[in-house]
């Protein structure tokens, strides 16, 4: 089965001020002359058989994506405009809504627009192990392997071996540097990467356990679609509607079908 990437392209990059700002984010970067991170996230899927990509991202930054889309020969994807920012559990409930919207049920890669891998060979083979996983139902999320005690990242304790990977005995928190140190000692943990694999159903069922509502609303939002040239609106007043909370919070630390696949690919969420 073919992945579906959805790229979150969504985010004010703050942590990268004043180089980026609210209206060029940093994931509209280009960090060393080359491509940007937002060309470059697309960029690192080439050899992987996927299907044309959702990018999500805010009404604001319509025309920075589009344009950079056009420059790599890539504007033939969807472009979901959000009016607000309502982190990424609903972001991601808009992409399974539409992905599923003719009948399918495909597989989401949820991604970052504004992370580094620098290893392409084993984050493909951390993809590949994930979707095996993800085509037995689980929803899966990638850990990257840790090189020292990060304190700027959450943790994810792995459980027993599912093959491809491993279940998740829980989500932890940023560390201070002693439980860090702790963490990497023990070769339990990893980083919380914030990337996901899973079927747009089996995300959607999950939602709709913990947030009805949430996934009532992106529901709404999405029956009144409106097309306007490269872009496609969505309904602004249901969506507000949604609670502001990540996919983490919402769904993935409350289900009994998580799974976690080790990462070792230089990764960094700048």
Known sequence: MSL?????AGGV?????????QLHPKQFLSLDG????????LGRLDGLETQSSIVICNEEHRFLVAEQLRQIGSDNRLILLEPVGRNTAPAIALAAIAATQDGDDPLLLVLAADHQVQDIVPFHDSIKKAQALAELDYLVTFGVVPTF???GYGYIQQGTS???GFGVRR???KPDAATATAYLESGEYLWNSGMFLFRASC????????HPDMLHACHQAMAQLENDLDFTRIDNE????CEDISVDYAVMEKTQHAAVVPLAARWSDL
């Open 162 to 164: 599912l093959g491809q």
């Open 34 to 41: 080359g491509p940007t991170m937002l060309q470059k996230t």
């Open 171 to 173: 989500f932890v928190e």
């Open 238 to 241: 249901a969506f507000a509607r």
């Open 149 to 151: 005690p990060e304190t």
């Open 4 to 8: 579906l990437p959805v790229v979150l």
């Open 13 to 21: 990059g703050s942590r990268l001020w004043p180089l980026s700002r």
């Open 203 to 210: 995300y959607l069922q999950e939602l709709e356990r913990f």
